[in-house]
């Protein structure tokens, strides 16, 4: 008897076990289990019906859904409604799992599902602030009869699709995890906007800028961080006339180096995402008509970051990508028009330090009298542990990201310090989307563009009435020269935001003579422009290539722009490998390396490489490494957080290459840390040898295995990365800095080309597929055309009955 009852316990131990998450073990017996497991999401092409009816509680008429040979759906609804919950339902079909995972990140909830691994991630987006943006902008969205009908069908539709789902049919990842979707929430739309916002604007140089100027003074911070680079090729040409009166900025409260003097700077403890648009008119290309293409860079992921869709009702007709979980379509185009996005990265969240009354942190001093703190008590879930609580402070600028000394999530965060962030802001974005995938002109355009607040984003546009146009846009504050290239003093007033740049004042431009407009995250604008935006952009070789190209093409067809996205010329390594060679020849006046050295075999493949960063040149792999550590080498003795003792960051590449190309006698070229006197010259030869040395010890000696491909390894990994459910060392060329900025983890995430005339036509491509499944054919199918840097046609419809070999799918979504 006492036999039967131990056995009988230990097989229900086991059975719970078996069925139930472990830390971070998966729960194998639901995960391997025939019925319910993972062998369910297996799924084939031919398990995709031509044809079918889906009764769906919600829709008010029936909706056409055709499906391409990519597994694109092209939705033909007869209203808004219907429209998107349409969209709701089908993207929830391909991408659940993703769209709400990536909006338990942006919440702070990762914790609940992961457990408390992720407690510190989950804290950090907290008090960040974007569950507090999310709610600001949603309050402003569900204010707008039009969002609102445009978040609640979509939220509806979603929530359809999860009402279907039984244990067995769950996504994979909610099996490996063992958790349930909840229900889908305009709140989730909101929460993902605010999620792209952190990704593209959330980051600040504020405290490293800071420490600079107080190690080093305001002579040495002017000249080695200087506000305009020596080269630049901004997005609004220089010299072109303002059709606006700027209104006056605010004035400087009092110079930087009074204030630090005054308000030394407390103890605090011890990320290149781009992306390219660009558009020609119609005197430049083969048709008559404006081409226009955006391929923006971002994280390489599976499931992919975007998904492509087609909407059609009456008053719209759109085709492109959307993320997963965003209504309407983000990057696209239509019969009339086509827009895309890249990112502005102006300087819209600043840090304030605080005066606190005592340690209770309940008041702080502003404007001469103390304030109260507002209180926020965050209630954070932690799976198989109690609940953790943690209460951010707001002031009347912003949350405090840490008001008490620990260590930050993100090094640069300062301590003590509240944040001021448009992403905080409400604003109705996807009012914006919703007027542009309805745009016919640029005065539909341009009404569009007002709705928009954060992330502030290059909109480039082109149309059939043969305009083209870029306006980088969103919320801009109004702010004195260099008001926030460090941090700010949070007593006074006259350091607070002033009001906002009129949206109309933003920079902007519409056929240009030259033709074409363009955008790479460069200068917004030059020295002309009456505005402060930011003090740092992008480097200038992407945009510069990118315009040299377009100024010099003729005749311009769809390829020509597919090719342009393609380009792999580096122009740093045109610039500085020329005057590297020559550093290395001068090197301690010895003789040069022995011709059959490796360093001497090195420099003669250097001296043939024609800067190009082709998957099979060797070039690219000794340039980035070489290049790369004699800015170390320069800048690390200086800068560097482990020689200083304080978060900072290198100088610009501009300055550097002008030091290195200009300047042999710097002092900044010695190592302090050294008794000897460095020179550039052996700086050069030193970081030759370590290059040589690395790629010797990781691939042998010089030869094929050099080339840049393997030493890149691009990987797409799964969003989890799950070893297995990504696709690693993908075979390609590009690079940081180039057009093609394809590097080890990020990459043009979605390539268009569109060509607008009386038939528009449009091509494009992600490294991924439609669906989020791992076991579907469909997850990463299109990474190949991607890999090799073609391009699909995409199928356009101008309606439910029109007959396309590629279409072969019909379904129909009626109300029940």
């Known amino acids: 008897m006492i ?172 099996k490996l995890l063992d958790y349930r979707p909840e229900p889908w929430q305009p709140l989730k739309c909101a929460l993902l906007l605010k999620f792209m916002a952190w990704d593209l604007s959330g980051r600040t140089d504020d405290l490293r800028m800071s420490n600079i100027l107080r ?139 605080l005066k606190f009354k005592d340690n209770t942190r309940r008041e702080y001093w502003h404007d001469g009298r103390w304030k109260p703190v507002r209180r926020v008590v965050e209630h954070i879930k932690v799976r198989g542990q109690p609940d953790r609580l943690d209460t951010v402070l707001y002031t009347h600028h912003g949350p405090v990201v840490y008001d008490k000394a620990e260590k930050p999530f993100l090094p640069q965060t300062p301590i003590g310090h509240a944040m001021r962030w448009t992403a905080h802001d409400g604003a109705d974005e996807i009012m914006t989307l919703y007027r542009l995938n309805r745009a016919r002109s640029y005065a539909d355009y341009t009404a569009a563009l007002a709705t928009w607040g954060s992330p502030a984003q290059n909109f480039i546009f082109a149309d ?82 990118i315009n040299q190209r377009l100024a010099a093409m003729r005749q311009v067809t769809p390829d020509s722009l597919r090719q342009l996205q393609n380009d792999v010329l580096d122009l740093n390594a045109q610039l500085m490998l020329p005057r590297m060679l020559t550093l290395a020849n001068e090197a301690t006046g010895s003789a040069l390396p022995a011709a059959d050295s490796p360093e001497g075999k090195v420099l003669a493949e250097m001296r043939r490489w024609p800067y190009q960063y082709t998957a099979d040149a060797i070039g690219p792999s000794v340039f980035n490494l070489w290049y790369n550590d004699l800015v170390k080498r320069l800048w690390d003795d200086d800068f560097g957080p482990k020689a200083t003792g304080l978060e900072m960051r290198y100088p610009a590449r501009d300055r550097t290459n002008n030091l290195i190309l200009n300047e042999p006698n710097s002092p900044w070229i010695d190592d302090r840390r050294t008794a000897t006197h460095e020179t550039l010259p052996q ?18 000696p010089l030869g094929p295995k050099w080339r840049w491909a393997n030493q890149k390894s691009t990987d797409v990994l799964h969003l989890l990365q799950l070893p297995g459910f990504g696709q690693m060392d993908v075979d390609c060329g590009g690079g940081a800095g180039i057009v093609n900025a394809t590097s080890e983890r990020n990459g043009p995430s979605w390539r268009m080309v569109v060509a607008l005339g009386p038939q528009v036509r449009a091509y494009g ?23 090799v840097g073609q391009l699909d046609e995409l199928v356009f419809l101008r309606s439910a009955q029109e007959q396309h070999p590629r279409v072969p799918t019909a379904w129909t979504l009626q109300g029940r």
């Open 3 to 174: 036999k039967a009852l131990l056995a009988l316990a230990v097989g229900l131990t086991l059975v719970w076990t078996l069925n139930s998450k472990q830390g971070d073990v998966p729960p194998f017996g639901k995960l391997l289990s025939p019925y319910r497991g993972f062998w369910q999401n297996g799924e084939a092409a031919h398990d995709f019906p031509a044809q079918q009816t889906l009764a769906l509680a919600g829709l008010q008429q029936p909706v056409t859904v055709r499906y391409d040979d990519r597994r694109v759906p092209h939705v033909f609804a007869q209203n808004d409604h219907d429209l998107y919950f349409a969209q709701g339902y089908l993207t929830a079909r391909d991408r659940l799992w993703q769209m709400e995972f990536q909006t338990h990140v942006a919440a702070g909830r990762l914790a609940e599902i992961v457990g408390p691994a992720r407690l510190e991630t989950d804290r950090f987006f907290r008090r960040m602030g974007l569950p507090f943006g999310a709610a600001n902008s949603l309050k402003v969205m569900m204010a707008n009869p039009t969002t609102r009908t445009v978040l609640e069908s979509y939220s509806a539709g979603v929530n359809a699709y999860i009402g279907q789902l039984t244990p067995a049919t769950l996504p994979f990842e909610y």
């Open 215 to 353: 190690k080093y003074g305001p002579a040495v911070t002017k000249d080695l961080f200087p506000d305009y680079p020596t080269r630049e090729d901004p997005i609004v040409p220089v010299g072109t006339p303002l059709d606006f009166k700027p209104l006056a900025a605010p004035p400087v409260p009092r110079s930087f180096e009074a204030a630090y003097a005054a308000n030394p700077l407390r103890t605090e403890p011890d990320a290149e995402l781009g992306s390219n648009n660009f558009a020609v008119s119609g005197a430049k290309s083969a048709s008559g008509y404006p081409l226009l293409a955006n391929d923006p860079h971002l994280q390489l992921n599976l499931p992919s970051i975007w998904y492509q869709i087609q909407l059609n009702a009456p008053g719209v007709n759109v085709y492109g990508v959307t993320i997963p979980g965003a209504p309407t379509v983000i990057i696209g185009f239509n019969e009339n028009a086509a827009w895309g996005v890249t990112n502005v990265a102006a300087d819209v969240l600043d840090f304030y330090q």
């Open 464 to 545: 059939n009435e043969k305009d083209i146009a870029i306006w980088p846009n969103g919320r801009f504050p109004l702010k004195w020269h260099d008001q926030g290239k460090f941090l700010l003093d949070g007593t006074d007033p006259a350091y607070d935001w002033q009001g906002w740049i009129p949206q109309a004042q933003n920079p902007h431009v519409k056929n240009p003579a030259r033709g074409f407009v363009s955008s790479a995250n460069q200068f917004s604008a030059g020295p002309d422009y009456p505005y402060y935006l930011n003090w740092t952009f992008a480097n200038y070789e992407r945009g510069h290539r």
């Open 683 to 700: 700086l050069a030869l030193q970081s030759l040898r370590f290059a040589t040395d690395s790629l010797t010890r990781k691939f042998g």
């Open 765 to 787: 491509v992600y490294p991924g597929g439609q669906s989020g499944n791992p076991g579907s054919p469909y997850y990463n199918n299109l990474l190949e055309t991607w890999r």
